[in-house]
């Protein structure tokens, strides 16, 4: 059972930056895929950003294409969400994920365990 725990959430700007972490207590989490979703009040969870086991092969939402850059450092058994340029649109509960697969997917049905989730809320 790998736990996931996400920080790095925050009250900030628009146009401010955030790095989200995302601390797994497995070292099996190196093996698998991992993703970042984010839930906004009202709203169903979206996908944000996915990254395969070795983290050559990732994917972003069109949303946020060009301003977050997901990345993993496996020996730290964490995975990163860096947010620039953020918009109040992008203001969600922000949660990890990781699948029992080294393959990338975005869809939350594919994730087998979640994070607890760490709000990030821009003002304009």
């Known amino acids: 059972q790998v736990q996931l725990v996400e920080t790095g959430g925050g009250l900030v700007q628009a146009g401010d930056s955030l790095r989200l972490s995302c601390a797994a207590s497995?070292?099996?989490?190196?093996?698998?895929?991992a993703a970042w979703f984010r839930q906004a009040s009202g709203k169903e969870r979206e996908f944000v950003a996915a990254i395969a086991r070795v983290g050559i092969k990732i994917y972003y939402s069109d949303s946020v294409k060009g301003r977050f850059t997901i990345s993993r450092d496996n020996a730290k058994n964490t995975l990163y969400l860096q947010m620039d340029s953020l918009k109040p649109e992008d203001t969600a509960l922000y949660y990890c994920a990781t699948r029992n697969s080294p393959r990338y997917s975005t869809r939350a049905s594919d994730y087998n365990y979640w994070g607890q989730g760490t709000q990030v809320t821009v003002s304009s």
């Open positions: 497995e070292r099996t989490f190196n093996s698998n895929a």
